[in-house]
């Protein structure tokens, strides 16, 4: 640990470039799935311009509570059920999952298809039920 601490004293440029790139790099990934929005915002998108919820949990999830009108993709068919969603090409689409972690890679794979608006909502459905926003079952 010492001779660690050394190298960064003596090569602070170096370990500084460093923490530089690997910060844009993690930056890069994060926008190649689309930017987050609050629950709020995810509301005005989908309203005022015609967008769409996709749910990406799994259907007995879904069925226990989910937000109106969204349509439920389960994360692992996502690939094969993608035709589903291409009306909503150049529309906005909100990726929705249970804790807001799922919906990044989900949201690589629809900007890969050339969706023009991809949208992650922060927080997934138990921030939605936090802020005590309306659910259908």
Not at 107 to 133: D, I, P, T
Request: proline share 4%; hydrophobic share 45%; aromatic share 8%.
């Amino acid at each position: 640990m010492a001779m660690f601490l050394e190298f960064l004293a003596e090569q602070w440029l170096l370990a500084t470039a460093l923490l530089v790139v690997i910060i844009m790099l993690f930056r890069h990934e994060l926008s190649k799935s689309g930017p987050s929005v609050t629950p709020q915002q995810a509301i005005n998108l989908v309203n005022q311009n015609d967008g769409v919820f996709v749910d990406l949990r799994d259907a007995s999830d879904f069925k226990q509570g989910h937000i109106v009108g969204a349509v439920n993709i389960p994360a692992s068919k996502l690939p094969e059920r993608m035709v589903e969603l291409d009306k909503y090409k150049s529309k906005p689409v909100v990726l929705v999952c249970k804790m807001g972690q799922q919906s990044s890679a989900a949201g690589k794979q629809l900007k890969e298809a050339e969706f023009e608006q991809v949208y992650k909502m922060s927080g997934g459905m138990m921030e939605w039920g936090n802020l005590q926003l309306p659910t259908v079952a």
